[in-house]
């Protein structure tokens, strides 16, 4: 019985490729010649753009998909590594920080510290396991030329003078070991900056991406600051929505293959509705809004007092939690 192609899990780019050769049926892209699966050579090629070992992507694929009872999920959410904030409250409030393999969207106006977020979250995803962090990396895919070296560089040098002070002040003989590899050029040197200024480098960069962690393992966070913009010069709608399926298909496989945490963020958008008053809601419709797990939409109070509402959080009611920008990144909110 032949197996249409449809039904695999195969991304819409390489779907879509596939068909144009002709390809309708798993058999027409594979043939099984004395229990010895082999690829066609037009197909092999094709889907070597997706993966360094064809055969084995394609056995994955056919493979049927593994089943989980309930309670080996539970343990599964309770074991994910967190990247915290430097804000407690916050902290507190995401169960403990930024979670690995899952997609964490911030929402905001220009200015609501969104930008800010994901500089502090570079410099934290590479807190040294002696002081229960996950000794990372992060790479930063910029959209809109918010990457700031200088401002990134206050961030990390305050976490450093801050893991100092509790390895000092602890005695800790394994804290004051991880200090010697752990210094602001060490953080500098882990975070990979990728600048991409239109819809076709973003796509590139996130198909890039699988084979950049392969061989960069340490990683554990990629950021994307932002989704918004680039998107904005596509003037089909159709074709905006399919893009942004396609990333964010790519996203979800590469957050649960590689075990890294993927934090996009989101510009807001007026919605306009008939008897309603307008409001600002996050850009990109309610289809994106479901495909991501987290989203936190922030908001300014004043010139470093700040405000985080959760828009999806399955976990916790939603709240405002409020938090500060300084000279040394995100901090608690100190009451006078």
């Not at 409030?93 to 905001?108: A, C, H, K, N």
């Not at 220009?110 to 995803?125: E, H, I, R």
């Not at 962090?133 to 990390?156: H, K, N, W, Y």
């Not at 991409?196 to 393992?217: E, G, N, P, Q, R």
Request: net charge neutral; glycine share 6%.
């Amino acid at each position: 019985m032949f197996r249409p192609l449809c039904n695999l899990p195969l991304p819409r780019l390489l779907s879509s490729k596939l068909r144009e050769l002709g390809f309708m049926y798993c058999d027409d892209v594979c043939i099984d010649r004395n229990g010895k699966p082999i690829l066609d050579p037009i197909a092999e090629k094709v889907l070597r753009q997706w993966s360094d070992e064809p055969c084995t992507y394609w056995k994955e694929l056919l493979a049927t998909p593994a089943t989980k009872n309930a309670f080996s999920h539970l343990q599964d959410e309770c074991d994910l590594g967190r990247i915290e904030t430097f804000c407690r409250s916050l902290d507190e409030y995401m169960d403990g920080g930024v979670p690995l393999q899952r997609i964490t969207e911030f929402s905001g106006a220009p200015g609501s510290g969104k930008t800010q977020m994901c500089l502090q979250l570079c410099v934290d995803v590479q807190i040294p396991r002696a002081f229960c962090g996950l000794e990372g990396q992060a790479v930063f895919v910029d959209t809109c030329s918010g990457f700031t070296v200088s401002r990134l560089s206050e961030i990390a040098e305050a976490c450093v003078n801050h893991c100092s002070m509790l390895a000092r002040d602890g005695l800790n003989q394994n804290m004051l070991q991880a200090m010697k590899h752990f210094s602001k050029i060490s953080i500098l040197e882990n975070v990979f900056h990728v600048l991409c200024l239109t819809h076709v480098d973003l796509m590139a960069s996130i198909i890039y991406l699988k084979k950049f962690l392969s061989k960069h393992k340490q990683v554990r966070l990629i950021v994307i600051d932002s989704i918004t913009f680039p998107l904005q010069t596509i003037d089909n709608s159709l074709q905006r929505v399919s893009l942004l399926y396609d990333l964010m298909e790519n996203l979800r496989t590469i957050a649960s293959e590689f075990d890294v945490a993927v934090v996009v963020t989101n510009n807001l958008t007026t919605k306009v509705e008939t008897g309603k008053e307008s409001s600002l809601i996050p850009a990109l419709g309610e289809s994106f809004g479901h495909s991501v797990n987290y989203r936190f939409l922030l908001g300014r109070m004043s010139d470093s007092n700040f405000v985080c509402v959760s828009g999806k959080n399955l976990n916790k009611s939603s709240v405002t939690v409020p938090f500060q920008i300084t000279r040394s990144g995100i901090r608690e909110v100190q009451n006078n």
